[in-house]
């Protein structure tokens, strides 16, 4: 069974920083691509940032490369995002997710971010 738990979200103000902790449970985590993503209200969950099981490759989107970072601990069986310079538009709900081999598979719950001016 693969239990993701994320935490770390809360408010920041416009240019400051958060880190965003995910918490795997399952025996695959070492072996999993792991990635971010984020929703807002009315709208489609997006793809934030990628990391393969070794964390050797990473992939960002264009709204956030260059601010954010993602990385992962597979000793502690948690992925990271540490995101800097925050903006307005990254106020969502955060995920993460863990890959099945083919595909964003296993979520988390998902925590707020709110970025304030």
């Known amino acids: 069974q693969v239990q993701l738990v994320e935490s770390g979200g809360g408010l920041v103000q416009a240019g400051g920083s958060l880190r965003l902790s995910c918490a795997g449970s399952?025996?695959?985590?070492?072996?999993?691509?792991m990635g971010w993503f984020r929703q807002g209200p009315g709208k489609e969950r997006e793809f934030v940032a990628g990391?393969?099981?070794?964390?050797?490759?990473?992939e960002y989107s264009d709204s956030v490369k260059g601010r954010f970072t993602i990385s992962r601990d597979n000793t502690k069986n948690t992925v990271y995002l540490q995101m800097n310079s925050q903006k307005l538009e990254d106020t969502e709900v955060y995920y993460c997710?863990?890959?099945?081999?083919?595909?964003?598979?296993?979520w988390g719950q998902g925590t707020q971010v709110t970025v304030s001016s």
């Open positions: 997710a863990e890959e099945n081999g083919l595909e964003y598979f296993y």
């Open positions: 399952g025996r695959t985590f070492s072996r999993s691509g």
């Open positions: 990391i393969s099981w070794s964390g050797g490759s990473t």
